[in-house]
């Protein structure tokens, strides 16, 4: 069975970094399409950024120029490190997993940037 484990999450204050990792099981972890989504508190969940088995990366302006995804098929690991956080980074983030029809969900990281 499938698993997407979410690890990394924290306390952070302004201007810090993270890095989350989420690690896979049970799947072909390098066909698949990898992606970070988060959401806020009353908001819908958002893509964060996105990865696809070729290496292909896809990020939402807001994250521009301070996350990056990366992935290690050899530890079934895709990352997301981030970088000058704000307040407004602060979330739940998830990670997904597709491929065809094919979809897989972490069970979230609790991220706060707060002073």
């Known amino acids: 069975q499938v698993q997407l484990v979410e690890s990394g999450g924290g306390l952070v204050q302004p201007g810090g970094s993270l890095r989350l990792s989420c690690t896979a099981s049970g799947m072909i972890f390098g066909i698949y399409t990898l992606g970070w989504f988060r959401q806020a508190p009353g908001k819908q969940r958002e893509l964060v950024a996105d990865i696809t088995s070729s290496g292909l990366r896809n990020y939402v302006d807001s994250v521009k120029g301070r996350f990056d995804i990366s992935r290690d098929n050899a530890k079934n690991t895709v990352y997301l490190q981030m970088n000058s956080l704000t307040p407004e980074d602060t979330a739940v983030y998830y990670c997904?997993?597709?491929?065809?029809?094919?979809?897989?969900w972490g069970q979230g990281t609790q991220v706060t940037v707060s002073s």
């Open positions: 997904k997993a597709v491929y065809l029809g094919r979809t897989y």
